[in-house]
């Protein structure tokens, strides 16, 4: 992916809400892990917490993606780089 020397900037509330749910998808993974070596656990229970850490992470994607569109996408064309971020979102939205 091509790199436009744009630091990742949060602010204060974004990056902590970030690294909250990041460490809440730490616990659940660490709970998933327990979960599979537990021969009582059922099944749709694991689904559920993988569902739920996926959802987690959605989240903190939509919170940098957020980020990046205010820091620098918005602000593309006065550093005359509009071409450049456009090819960087394409690529970008195949992960999304």
């Known amino acids: 992916m091509p790199h436009h020397g744009c630091p990742l900037r949060l602010d204060s509330d974004t990056g902590g809400n970030a690294r909250r749910r990041l460490l809440t998808v730490k616990g659940h993974v660490e709970g998933i892990l ?5 021969e ?3 099944c749709v ?3 559920k ?3 739920a850490v996926e959802g987690a992470l959605h989240k ?3 919170l940098v993606l ?3 569109l205010k820091d620098h996408v918005v602000t593309a ?5 509009s071409d450049g971020i456009v090819e960087e979102l394409m690529e ?5």
Request: neutral net charge; charged residues 40%; hydrophobic residues 30%.
């Open 49 to 51: 917490q993988i569902k």
């Open 60 to 62: 903190v994607g939509d």
């Open 77 to 81: 064309g006065e550093r005359g780089d």
């Open 34 to 38: 327990r979960m599979l070596e537990d």
């Open 40 to 42: 009582q656990v059922y």
């Open 92 to 96: 970008v939205l195949k992960y999304r």
């Open 45 to 47: 229970d694991v689904l």
């Open 66 to 68: 957020k980020s990046h």
